[in-house]
């Protein structure tokens, strides 16, 4: 029975440990983690670090970012560690954030802000964000203690995913404009309108005796004449 008890006390406490050990290791992350935007507009992410029960005094965070997505828009200090720095390689999707104590061997403990990272969303998908991160490698993603030892344990970092849609882009309802109906010939009007002259005509109507029965009468007469005299 004794023996029994030993055993499972044996586990609990193993247990116990590891869960403990899992909760205390120093890492980094995003908040939020996921989120919803349109094409266009800004994607805020905050760059967050915990230390859990470690004490460190700067932090280097090597972000990985969808460029063909995201384009960093801006870079600010978080209230973490009082001295910030960041170099951004917009062609590789790379940005990296330094963030240290500038006393020295003056370390912190806990959670905070490292950075705010303004993102512009670029196109419509899907953009991913990770931290650099391999163990035993002292040029990616790190936590530091006073000692210079790497805190970081990459498998507790966090990752990022957002989802970007395309904007509207639509009229707001404008109706479609309706045809204009043909324009119908308007008749000319025959009368000449009130107080405008009318058009004169190109020649006149021929009026009194027409000229050859004007002739023949005066033929006439002058033979009438002639024969009176003769016979006198």
Do not use: H
């Amino acid at each position: 029975m004794k023996r029994i008890f030993l055993t499972v006390f044996f586990l609990v406490s193993l247990f116990q440990i590891t869960t403990v050990s899992a909760r205390a290791a120093a890492r980094l992350y995003f908040s939020p983690a996921s989120d919803e935007v349109e094409t266009g507009s800004d994607l805020t992410v905050v760059v967050k670090i915990d230390l859990a029960t470690e004490e460190a005094m700067a932090a280097d965070a090597l972000i990985n970012f969808d460029s063909s997505k995201l384009r960093v828009k801006q870079v600010t200090s978080g209230d973490f560690f009082s001295g910030f720095d960041y170099n951004i390689e917009a062609d590789n999707g790379r940005l990296t954030i330094y963030s240290f104590s500038e006393q020295a061997l003056q370390t912190k403990t806990g959670t905070g802000n490292l950075a705010t990272i303004i993102f512009e969303t670029l196109d419509d998908g899907t953009a991913a964000t990770s931290f650099l991160c391999q163990i035993g490698n002292d040029t990616d993603s790190a936590i530091w203690d006073s000692s210079g030892n790497d805190l970081i344990d990459c498998g507790s970092n966090g990752s990022g995913s957002y989802v970007i849609t395309e904007g509207s882009t639509g009229t707001g309802g404008t109706e479609e404009p309706t045809s204009t109906p043909a324009m119908t010939s308007t008749p000319t009007p025959t009368s000449s309108a009130p107080g405008e002259p009318t058009a004169t005509p190109s020649s006149l109507p021929e009026t009194g005796i027409e000229t050859p029965l004007l002739v023949l009468g005066l033929t006439g007469l002058i033979v009438l004449l002639l024969g009176f005299a003769i016979s006198i």
